[in-house]
């Protein structure tokens, strides 16, 4: 049991990427806040972890809903250990010019402003065990970014940039921060990021582009965020690990 007796709390986990990381922390004896948007999809997902698991329907753009959440965590289980960020929206894949403002609006409220109302609420109660580790889902596009999904790269763009000087910053009070940047995924916005239907045809030209030769799975993620809350991972911070098949080489 690589987290035995610690405590996370993971965000968008009603579904793909969040839900395989809740799923794999609760195998390795964490307890887990499952955390989302979709109350109903968390309580679900919580319901088959069983009781090691608690539901929370949350906001990530507002700050009460995120100190609620943290509460939570603290209320059911006593505490915080692990926070994963991974919570997320894109626009459609299309012209930097004709994505809305309430969209690109949404973008960086979900993506990056809810860094801000997590890290203020669980940085505390991380310091009271004594350290903790976060864990931010950025993304390939933040690295390599490509036409079509500009505004969404750049909000990655700047998860990346946070998780270092989050890391640099929150060193000495042992708070270890992370980054994942996973390859287009088998997840809810599959079709959002491709800006077409999913088809054979239109797969394999994304396909096309990863080495690998496929696209991530809610498991490939889930394996890395558990290497990186792993204590073994204990002298590891300010990286962003790139889950991508060789999509960055």
Known sequence: MRLNGKIAIVTGAASGFGRGIAELFA?????????????????????????????????????????????????????????????????????????????????????????????????????????????????????????????????????????????AELAPLNIRVNAINPVIGETGLLEQFMGMPDTPENRARFLSGIPLGRFSTPRDIANVALFLADPDSAFLTGVAIEADGGRCI
Do not use: C
Request: charge should be neutral.
């Open 27 to 167: 195998e390795q004896g964490a307890k887990v806040v499952i955390a989302d948007l979709n109350g109903e999809g968390a309580a679900q997902v919580a319901s088959a972890i069983g009781g090691q698991a608690a539901p929370v329907e949350v906001d990530v753009t507002q700050k009460a809903s995120v100190e609620a959440m943290v509460g939570t965590a603290t209320s059911r289980f006593g505490g915080l250990d692990i926070l994963v960020n991974n919570a997320g929206y894109t626009h459609r894949n299309q012209s930097l010019m004709t994505v809305s403002e309430e969209d690109f609006d949404r973008i960086y409220a979900v993506n990056v402003k809810s860094i801000y109302f997590t890290t203020l609420a669980a940085v505390p109660q991380m310091e009271k065990r004594g350290g903790g580790s976060i864990i931010n889902t950025a993304s390939t596009a933040g690295v390599r970014p490509r036409p079509g999904l500009t505004w969404y790269n750049g909000s990655k763009g700047a998860v990346i940039t946070l998780t270092k000087s989050m890391a």
